[in-house]
């Protein structure tokens, strides 16, 4: 499929295009494979604080901490997408985003297992987010796979990773 | 030319209405000769239909004026201000009939204003003011000034708009709305010359938005220089009220004046610019009307208003609460408790007493008397008793109890229902009363006071008081218990609060309550609040709210359970205690309760309900905390009571989902989040199970 071609297709079903997804992205590690947030979205990094549990709540939220007297959510991101969590280790961070919903802006805390770099990729070595069937976590989450020194990154679309209203089924489907 | 003399005539009158004051005779004697010559005016207009009419509403005019002479009092000069209305409406229309362009626009605004002119500026100029300058009438200037300096603020804004080009009708009408009110206010405080000038700056605006003059160029000039003008002359009386000096303007007006009279005076109705060499204002007569009793200022202090919007306010209070944090965290901090200084200590207790007050200062921004809110419920009960035909004396107490703005809003709700439940089914009606042996007339008593660190808000009737079997049989009618189920009397009181529990039909006629007061409770659960009942069968009803001093701080005890740590809400907690294993009972080897002097609680182990995993579990090394919530008392079985403070309370952020048992967080002093408990689903919990057994009707009890 050309590159024309695909960006036809993916204005008329309402997916950014490749055009629209090149740029830089913060890359990060869960596991052993690599992610990458849009820069945009990235408010900052912050090492590994206290986290207060938050009781009755989803599995994935580990709790909430105190950004500067502003109290966010942290969420486990293994968990959220369905992996074991991990142990926490010296590399582990909280990745501050913000990015809007329709009830306005939201910022949360993303736990990951470790930042790696921030990377721009091109449109050229982005590719559309593959099928991965029904049942399974979804390509929903993915804008795009990007390609960089042989790696794969998966570019996730972290509104909708966070947003509540997708979240649930998701994490039923794939733990059922 | 006949018409214009109506008007020029009319327009005087309008004016010497306004100035007419019941005491004094020269007033109304100007009223009158006004009156004549609208008569002549009338009669030399010929016999044209509109002129009839209005000569029918000048001759009742006259009558009036008749029964003003014999008995001039507000009365008779209100009627008379309302005649005066008709008859400019009168003249609107036929105006308008007249000019098919004019805007319509109501009469009283349209002809307050239409083609007035010097002659009714000098009308009011002239004639001696009599207001006197109480407490009230200062207060009524400092709003008066607040609310003008917005209105003019408002104005410039609009003149800018025109200057750039916007000349929508709406942008003019705003402007003449700014002068218009001005003008009323200013002229009901009788400051002469700020009403002749907003007077004459309307005139010509009203002749703008009817279209028959152009606001440009030199016209929004003078409308320029008269808002200018407005503001100087405020300020001039904002000073002489404070220094309680006189207020005369050192502004000449006469220049200004003529000028808008000028450029009124565009097209040509000629009679009207008859009077119009300027008529010097003389300030003794405005001098007068403010030193009228100059001791009684005696330096008055203004009592101005700002408009702050409110995000700003709640945004300063948080910040005030986080420096109460961080505060703490500096005076507690172990590095500057080595310290030894004198001069350390003495600087650190100073902090912590400017954060207090900040604190303070901080708070009571948002704090407004209940006043204004208790004023309404009571003429909302002078029409309930007269609609119910019961006769009641509503009696109010601590109205200047002050509480947080949004809440004064929020009780404003609960009070409605809980009055009309009181007057509906409350009181008695007088033949029944009169059989018990009571006075006729019932009485419901609203107060608010402080209690401890909230405000209560209490409703008495002395009315029949609540039914308790009634309620019963109403609530095993409606399924809310079994029928063997039976409740404590207070349990039972509680019941008139769940949703739904109408008594409309068979309890209304026993006794009972319950219209709406569902609403009273949800409205006061979310202000974090408690409602109690108590009542005397035949002696009456009283509900008391009790709420916390403001929303965004509250008095919290932390516990500790397991590695976490809650925040449980003062105004929640009854007491703690350490229990002794012989206040442990067991049901059937699960449900657990407590055996407080007598009284059986259920018992809740929070770390079971908050998934604790390194909880004490042994309550007799632990501590119950009996909290009360939606009435009922429950012990919270934790590790330990940690310590007590005051907390700012902070949404938990949106992305969390559902958080049950929760109703917000907060940052403690050593940085971290604490949670806040939400006693009410907390202590609710129980009653759904037990609600839940009594629908299921079955005797078994639901494990926890």
Do not use: W
């Not at chain 2, 919007?309 to 209070?317: A, G, K, P, Q």
């Not at chain 2, 609710?684 to 078994?700: I, P």
């Amino acid at each position: 499929m050309s590159a024309s071609q695909m960006n036809a297709k993916s204005k008329v079903s309402g997916i950014p295009s490749n055009g629209d997804l090149a740029g830089k992205y913060m890359v990060f590690r869960l596991a052993d494979e690599d992610y990458g947030l849009a820069i945009l979205k990235v408010r900052e990094i912050i090492g590994l604080v206290d986290i207060t549990r938050v009781p009755c709540t989803d599995r994935f939220i580990r709790g909430v901490i105190n950004l500067r007297g502003k109290i966010i959510p942290v969420i486990d991101l293994r968990m959220k997408l369905g992996m074991e969590p991990g142990p926490a280790g010296e590399q582990t961070v909280i990745i501050v985003v913000q990015y809007a919903t329709t009830r306005g802006e939201i910022t949360m805390g993303v736990l990951v297992d470790q930042v790696q770099e921030v990377l721009t990729i091109a449109a050229d070595n982005i590719e559309p987010p593959p099928s991965f069937g029904t049942g399974t976590i979804s390509a929903d989450f993915i804008l795009g796979i990007g390609k960089a020194d042989k790696r794969v990154i998966f570019l996730l679309d972290i509104g909708r990773v966070l947003s509540g209203d997708e979240a649930k089924p998701r994490i039923l489907a794939a733990t059922a | 030319m006949a018409v214009a003399l109506l008007d020029s005539a009319i327009e005087e009158l309008a004016a010497a209405v306004v100035m007419t004051d019941a005491n004094d005779q020269e007033s109304i004697d100007t009223v009158r000769r006004c009156l004549q010559r609208l008569r002549e005016a009338v009669q030399s207009g010929g016999e044209s239909e509109e002129l009839i009419a209005r000569a029918d509403a000048c001759i009742a005019l006259e009558k009036r004026l008749g029964v003003l002479g014999a008995q001039a009092d507000a009365l008779a000069l209100g009627a008379l201000s309302d005649a005066v209305g008709r008859l400019q409406t009168c003249v609107a229309t036929t105006a308008q009939s007249r000019k098919p362009a004019a805007a319509t626009e109501t009469a009283a605004g349209h002809c307050a204003a239409a083609g007035k002119s010097s002659t009714g500026s000098r009308a009011s100029a002239t004639l001696p003011a009599r207001v006197t300058r109480d407490e009230d009438t200062v207060g009524l200037i400092g709003e008066f000034l607040s609310e003008s300096e917005d209105g003019l603020g408002r104005a410039d804004q609009i003149l800018m708009n025109i200057d750039h080009g916007d000349a929508s009708v709406e942008a003019v009408n705003g402007l003449f709305r700014v002068f218009h009110t001005v003008k009323g206010v200013a002229g009901f405080l009788e400051l002469n010359e700020i009403t002749t000038l907003a007077h004459t700056t309307e005139t010509m605006l009203n002749r703008c938005r009817e279209g028959t003059l152009k606001l440009a160029d030199e016209r929004l000039d003078v409308v320029f220089d008269a808002t200018a003008m407005v503001r100087r002359m405020l300020g001039e009386l904002r000073a002489a009220v404070q220094d309680s000096t006189r207020f005369a303007t050192r502004e000449n007006l006469d220049g200004l004046l003529q000028r808008l009279r000028l450029l009124t005076e565009d097209t040509p109705p000629a009679v009207t610019a008859a009077p119009a060499e300027p008529t010097p204002i003389e300030p003794a007569v405005s001098v007068s009307s403010i030193s009228h009793r100059p001791e009684a200022l005696g330096g008055t202090k203004l009592r101005e208003t700002v408009k702050v919007d409110l995000d700003r306010v709640d945004n300063l209070v948080a910040m005030v609460g986080e420096l109460v944090v961080v505060e703490a965290m500096v005076v507690n901090a172990p590095e500057i408790a080595k310290f030894g200084s004198a001069r350390v200590r003495t600087c650190l207790s100073q902090l912590a007493k400017v954060t207090r007050d900040l604190q303070d200062v901080g708070m009571r921004m948002r704090m407004v008397p209940v006043a204004g809110v208790f004023q309404r419920m009571a003429r909302m009960s002078r029409d309930l008793g007269r609609k119910s035909g019961k006769q009641l004396r509503f009696l109010l107490s601590g109205e200047t109890t002050e509480m947080d703005r949004s809440m004064v809003e929020q009780i404003a709700d609960p009070l409605v229902h809980m009055i009309r439940n009181a007057v509906d089914h409350g009181l008695e009606p007088p033949d029944e009363r009169r059989r018990a042996g009571k006075p006729d007339e019932g009485t419901i008593r609203l107060s608010a006071y402080h209690e401890g660190g909230s405000i209560a808000i209490e409703l008495a009737d002395d009315g029949r008081g609540l039914d308790c079997d009634a309620i019963l049989a109403k609530a095993r009618a409606q399924g809310l218990l079994g029928p063997n189920d039976t409740l404590s009397e207070s349990d039972t009181h509680m019941l008139i609060f769940a949703p739904g529990f109408s008594t409309a039909k068979s309890v209304t006629e026993v006794s009972g309550r319950g219209v709406g007061m569902d609403v009273v409770k949800r409205n006061v659960e979310a202000m974090r609040g408690r409602v109690t009942i108590s009542t005397t069968p035949g002696q009456g009803t009283t509900f008391k709210l009790l709420l916390p001093l403001t929303l965004a701080i509250i008095d919290g005890m932390m516990v500790a359970c397991g590695q976490d740590r809650y925040i449980i809400p003062t105004l929640s907690v009854v007491e703690s205690v350490r229990p002794s294993k012989n206040m442990l009972v067991t049901f059937a080897g699960q449900v657990e309760m407590i055996n407080l002097r007598g009284q059986i609680l259920p018992l809740l182990r929070l770390a079971r309900l908050f998934s604790v995993i390194d909880a004490q579990s042994d309550p007799t090394k632990a501590i119950v905390v009996i909290i009360e919530g939606m009435g009922r008392r429950v012990g919270l079985l934790v590790d330990e009571v940690v310590t007590q403070q005051q907390v700012v309370i902070k949404s938990l952020g949106q992305g969390l989902g559902p958080t049950p048992f929760l109703s917000g967080a907060a940052i403690l002093a050593d940085g971290r989040v604490g949670l806040i408990m939400n006693v009410d689903q907390i202590a609710g919990t129980t009653v759904e199970r037990r609600q839940k057994t009594a629908n299921d009707s079955a005797s078994a009890p639901a494990v926890l």
